[in-house]
């Protein structure tokens, strides 16, 4: 029989550059057409919550696929389901340049979903190389350098829309996703070639990784400190354009300002979790995306701000602080059980991204309640207050269990 391609299964490990853009990828088809959502229902003919739903239905689906993603990768390994994962984008993003119709465009959207399998592989990648601490600051660089791509995909997809259409958003996203697969193709070797005895030996270690309190911490700190987030990309769309008044390339930067401290905050993720510890570190990370999320709240309810600076920048502390909470809490939740660890990111995923779904339709159905962004604030602060307190959670449970946290 003759190969196709080369066998490239027994690789070099992984290039660092290679591990941030298969993530940088997935966050940039999440967040670069944003700005021209309303130049997108114009041109389809339909309301702008209609052209909404290719955000939350895309978290839903990814939520989904991350449920089967996760096992096929400790089954089968880590390589063959992302090359398959990025010859499915390479034609759902075609599908979406050319749609005439909304039905179709969300048709292919949903199928772009499958791109993600990325953001969770890379990161268990590096799990399959290292462990614990070391895990989570290798995670954090990884993610420091995956940040640049949601801060420059909105300024670069507002300016594309603005001057060309937006179809022209989607066939960047097509060249983007074409390096990215050839990268997957020629530099990223297998960390996990299978596990043995198939899928039934793997589900037996299910339930155990399901009832620990310790897995479920780390999963819903993540979800409900990235649906901070999610909920902000539902609503700061309308916020910015409908009630401060701003054009769609001038949204698009306003919107990379939280990228910055997400930058940032992975930065110290990667310098400061192995001497730290974990929990410290998220500890850290969620105090200070309340104080992102809960200062600006109070300033427009109590009438001392106005315009977009006040809006957008205290939300860099939001981007410091999940800079700080997510590779850590990443590096928990695949900790719990290594031997699946695949399965683990999956599950953790899933939730993390269905329910980001669901709270970017949430944020997007907030926004309009009040004339400024005081409505979406509240959603996105009460989000931070439930992560804190689940993160003194579980300080306080290590503490009782004599572990350190």
Known sequence: MIPILPDFSRARPPSLLTLMLIPALASVTLSIFLPALPEMARDFGVDYGVMQLSVSLYFLATGALQLVIGPLSDRFGRRPVLIGAGLVFLAATTGAMLATAAWAFL??????????????????????LVPGERAAGLIGYVTMGMAIAPMLGPAIGGWLGEHYGWRTIFLALLVFGLGVFLLILFDLGETAPGAEGGFRAQMRQWPILLASPRFWAYVLIAAFSSGIYFSWLGGAPHVG????????????????AISIGYILGNYLSGRFSAALGIVRMIAIGTALTLAGTGLPLLAYLLHLASGPLPFFGPLMLVGIGNGMVLPNTTAGLLSVRPAIAGTAAGFGGAIQIASGGGLAALGGWVAPMTPGPAALLGLMTALATASLLITWALVLRLRRLGLAA
Request: charged share 10%.
């Open 241 to 256: 354009i409908n009630a401060f008044g701003l054009s769609q390339s001038a949204l698009g930067l306003w919107m990379g």
């Open 107 to 128: 048709l292919f959207r949903m199928m772009q979903a499958v791109i993600a399998t990325g953001m969770a592989l890379s990161r268990t990648v590096i799990r399959d």
